[in-house]
DNA sequence: GGAATTTATGAAAACGTTTTCATATAATTG
DNA sequence: CAATTATATGAAAACGTTTTCATAAATTCC
């Protein structure tokens, strides 16, 4: 009694009766099968408006084995740069007729293994996702691969994945140039607060890192370098044990912008002028580094563009059927780029 | 021939026959029907996991009529305020074995119209809503409430919808202690640059600011009141006209946090000294605020608590399957709160 | 103008569950 | 111990589509 009368959606087999033709002719005319008159079609299509009929996707799906639905694992939506990439993520699929079902993992391995069992039995067309840290067993997604769901990895990925698509931003180059302009703007004593090594990220980045001192045969002091997660404490922490020592760093690249910031701060309450003392450069190109006094000098990695790339592979793959496994072996990398700003 | 052999998933059927027992059981074995043995469900388990069963979402929603999903309809994901409630909504709406599926309207009301036809065919067990500035006519979500699905709407609500939970801030206390804070630091010519006043959001803040106001007897200076999309440009704009006459405010009331730095940029770019001669309050704590130099006083609004309050009324409805029709008519009020910092 | 082809439609099966109804067995009651 | 009730299972229908197969009608071909 509580509820009045609760509208029955339409089904198919109304319009059917309406119209006094076959559910099968529905369906064709709906989808607009080539074999169907226009003149029914456009019958259909009045009466579908008319009676305010609406695809039931659950029947659908499961007679077409196609659920038009997308699953994406993030560890977290809310950070800058995933947000960036799922909203034109979310926004491309949308043209073509996807839906998006956004999980995040929390940056939790366990999580990101029970979402993959979620994502599972919904049936997604495809999936996309973005590592937790921890993740270097990545065994959890052959599941998709093996029944041939299109599976794109980006941001956080793994190494040697041979079926899946992999977009990844120029990390390698990221860090090289990011060290480099700390070199050519006269830093001497360069310290690096970086992720675990764990992630591919942080290997890639370190790596540049390296070979950026080592071009310019610069010393690398242990003590100045750091494997952390990228939270503000346990940067600060770090800038706390590098400044307590007779010797400091004159130049400091950190892997992501929120360390940056932890370090900018650290700098300005201990009263160590920068860029005049200490130059810093960050990573990723969080709104906040252009807002901040000084303002940040930043790596820009293109969220939109990584977005962008998703959805057109994916799109891709999802078109043709091909299942990706031979022709993508190849990374796809998004090139990085300097923002120079007034910390450097 | 391009694809390996793809790996058929096992149905409720496999399992059956590989245990001799029927369809039924099995079914009523994994969903813990009480008319089970131990020992069957816990062969089925076994069973389950050793065939690498996963439950078809599409089969069972099409014959349970539920999903498990719920639909959500938000402007913009990367939105501060956003990001960080569809972050409690998606943790929250996790634990209890619902997905979610996130939709953007991009502050476009004919997008949203066409979102809520893609929910409605997708059958969400609920939808949640946050509505385009524009939208006044609420009308495209009857279809929901009709058929007994609830609807939930947050942040930008409908005025009298009867039918439906609504979850919002208090929009009128944030828009009257912000103005009283500026009143109260020495304020008296102060400047509003406020949202468009078809959304409750800046009616609400609008009048809790003229509450303010009248209530100190300090009069209302209509070229200093703005109703304008609340972009960084235009607050800009808004300021140059403000400052180019003789007479000049010396409290300004932003209605979002964007403004609010757009306004203190074009203050240190004319020199305009802050809080000295002028005080600017912002609102929704964007993390910006606390980074920028001053940082920005603004009104905190407990993004996380909206999301704990949606689950939680949501998650009751959908299990007492009670409609929610006769019970909420009343809205759910989330307190704010005044962050004091620098600029005021 | 009949055979072959194309076009348009319908009947019925299929997708993988859940659920109703029926029934068989086991446990409890008077 | 017969009668009732509780427990455990199965057969079959149902959910709303899509798709295969068959067929009728219209068109084209020689």
New interface residues.
Partial sequence: M???K????NTILDIAEALKLSPATISRALNDHPHVKEKTKNDVLKMAAQL?Y??????S??RSNK?H?IGLIVP???M?FH??V??TI??GL?KYGY??????S?DSLDMEKELT??L????VDALIAACTLGTTDFSHFD?FL???TPVVFYDRVPLNEQKATIIKGDDFRGGYIATSHLIETGCKKIAHISGPLTSNLYQDRSAGFLKAIEQHKLPVNENWVFHQELTHANAREAMRKMFEGDVVPDGLFTDNDTSA?AALEFAREKGIDVPGELKIIGYSND??TS???PAITTIEQFPDEVGRKIVETLINSLKNN??I??ERTVPITIPVQLIRRMTT
Same sequence: chains 1, 2.
């Fill in positions: 509580a509820n009045p609760k509208v029955q959606q305010g609406r695809r039931n996707n659950m029947a799906g499961l659920t639905t977290r939506i809310s800058f947000a960036e799922i909203t979310q926004n949308q839906n998006l079902i956004i999980c995040q929390n069992e979620i599972l039995s919904s049936r599941k093996q029944n041939g910031i709104p906040r807002i901040i006094t091909t299942n496994i031979d």
